[in-house]
């Protein structure tokens, strides 16, 4: 039992001083010291809290940061890191860098500005279009270039606004449209209602659905070298591990931005970033990797009319090898080691996994031990750790060649591993059908040609720089592990109705892939929906309005 006085302290730190259950407040960048202190003590947090952190009436951030430097290195920061959080916001980063930060899967749970729901057709402040500007693009021989292809592209998107527009009303003209705005559970049209606020809603559902089927459609021209906002919670080791990648990896802007996080949360959470720095071991891997696999002849990209979604075959690897006399046992064995291979291959080619597959297949025993030597490296210590090709194993492993837009809307799920090639314009292109319906095919092309030759231009200083270059609806390679519950809840998940439709139609292809090798797993994953729906967003944004009334009425 506490004391009046003790209680008194304690009611600016906890939401209660008696019940077993309760919840922490401000002490942001505190808490997770004391919780890892608290975790080697008779008592609990509040006694922790009373008997170690509060000085003369309240929690002392001079002798709480000696404290937490004290645990870290007792306790050692691999754990207590994830005690501590903070909020970062990561603004007029570009595209490709939004990627690399979201892609540190565990720990941390971004939020992006959405291009299904912004238009990118207005200039900044400065009078610039939304696209990066580092000096490693800009002060170059092809800086020029760069400016005057990126201009061009974002020209074009705001140019196509409005007729897009003009289009889509033609497709679908108001007096025809039709929403249960006021949650009855029957669609109505806009003649049909009489409540002044049902027909406000209307109308703002239906401008809202056209603007978002414009934004679905123009993104194809977007260039990845777009800047974006992105919003991010994480504990200590997340953003430890975000920053040390940040600066490991070969792009200024990475650099810029890990620099960026490490100030920022030097004044929220400071003992939990300072060891982040820049991995010797992981810079090394990369570039003898690319190296090598450059050497292996893997590194020349295959076009495609069309996405794909081919979902890995096994079995069959198994069946060549013992067709060329291995034992079962023996197949297996090395068909595990084949894939493995060929994993630790992938990203720093730019052909088809099973391409790989099969050239790792035809290797000889030493060229194959000389990949994964070279992929393991020399480890000076427990953390120069391998990449994910070690995770290789999963029941279905996707080789995909999607745009980017659909990369980006499935590569959020995190309950998987996936590994990527780098953004290219080498894969192929996909042309929305609509700018065609409105007879804008060769301005589209224009953009096409102009991000292929600024591409081809930058590559040949340097590939990473040269993925700013690719627009949205450039075709990428990437491979996604999936387990049977992330399957269900990705497939289930992004062919829901208001999906952009073609991460839908991306998992209703790779459902259907399952259900050729296992139909009873398919059949489990039962909220897999086939449907088209050309108008994703309209029911949903009816609903919306319906909510909003129900919110409205109840906050009067």
């Keep these: 039992m506490f004391t009046p006085e003790e209680k008194e302290l304690l009611s600016k730190y906890v939401t209660s001083t008696e019940a077993n259950v309760y919840a922490v407040k401000g002490m942001e960048g505190m808490a997770g010291a ?265 590194s020349g990209a295959d076009v495609s009319p ?39 291959v992938y990203p720093y080619a730019a052909c088809s996994l099973q391409a790989i597959i099969g050239s790792v297949m035809s290797m000889s025993p030493e060229v194959r031990q000389s990949i994964v030597a070279t992929y393991l490296g020399s480890r000076a210590h427990r953390r120069d750790r391998p990449g994910r090709a070690l995770e290789d194993g999963y029941p279905y492993t996707f080789d995909l060649l999607t745009d980017f837009g659909v990369y980006k809307d499935l590569q959020r799920h995190r309950m998987a591993t996936q590994q990527r090639q780098l953004f290219t314009t080498e894969h192929g292109f996909i042309v929305p059908d609509e700018l065609v319906a409105i007879g804008k095919r060769e301005e589209v092309l224009a953009c096409v040609r102009k991000s292929e030759d600024l591409y081809a231009t930058i590559k040949e200083h340097n590939p990473e720089l040269a993925q700013y270059a690719a627009l949205h609806g450039h075709l990428i390679r ?4 999936l387990n049977d519950r992330a ?14 439709p073609n991460y839908r139609k991306a998992a209703q292809l790779m459902h259907a892939e399952v259900a050729k090798q296992s139909p009873w797993r398919a059949e489990a994953m039962q909220f897999v929906d086939y449907n088209d729906y050309y108008w994703s967003r309209a029911d949903s944004e009816a609903a919306q309005r319906v909510k909003e009334v129900k919110l409205d009425n109840r906050n009067k």
Excluded at 72 to 100: C, N, P, Q, R, W
Excluded at 487 to 500: D, I, N, V
């Design 306 to 344: 069309e996405p794909q979604y081919s979902l890995l075959d096994k079995a069959s690897t198994v069946e060549s090898l013992i067709a060329k006399g291995n034992s079962v046992r023996e197949a297996l064995a090395e068909a595990q080691d084949i894939h493995t291979i060929a994993a630790m």
């Design 34 to 298: 004391a919780y890892a202190r608290y975790s080697r003590a008779k008592g609990g947090f509040r006694e922790t809290l009373l008997k170690e952190f509060i000085k003369e009436g309240m929690v002392d951030p001079k002798h709480a940061g000696e404290l937490i430097e004290r645990i870290l290195i007792a306790y050692g920061d691999d754990s207590v890191g994830e005690l501590e959080g903070a909020h970062v916001s990561f603004e007029k980063v570009t595209m490709l860098a939004a990627k690399e930060i979201e892609d540190r899967r565990i720990g941390g749970s971004p939020i992006e500005q959405s291009t299904r729901y912004v238009l990118y057709d207005q200039k900044d402040e400065q009078g610039n279009w939304l696209y990066y500007r580092g000096e490693e693009l800009l002060h170059t021989s092809f800086g020029a270039q760069y400016v005057a292809t990126m201009d061009f592209l974002f020209q074009t998107y705001a140019g196509l606004v409005e007729p897009l527009k003009a289009y889509l009303e033609h497709q679908k003209p108001l007096e025809e449209a039709e929403y249960d705005i006021n949650g009855d559970g029957v669609k109505e049209r806009f003649s049909e209602l009489t409540d002044e606020r049902h027909k406000k809603d209307f109308t703002r559902t239906y401008t809202f659905e056209l603007r978002a089927k414009a934004c679905d459609i123009l993104r194809y021209l977007l260039p990845i070298g777009t800047v974006t906002n992105v919003g991010m919670f994480g504990n200590g080791r997340f953003y430890q591990n975000l920053i040390s990648y940040l600066q490991t990896t070969d792009l200024p802007e990475n650099h810029t931005i890990a620099t960026g996080v490490l100030s920022a949360l030097g004044e929220v959470i400071p003992m939990y970033v300072r060891r982040a720095k820049r991995s010797e071991y992981s810079a090394s891997i990369r570039r003898v990797m690319h190296e090598l696999v450059g050497q292996l002849g893997l």
């Design 487 to 500: 399957a269900m809840h990705m497939f289930e998940l992004r062919s829901t109705p208001q999906g952009h």
């Design 478 to 481: 990437w491979t996604i592990g």
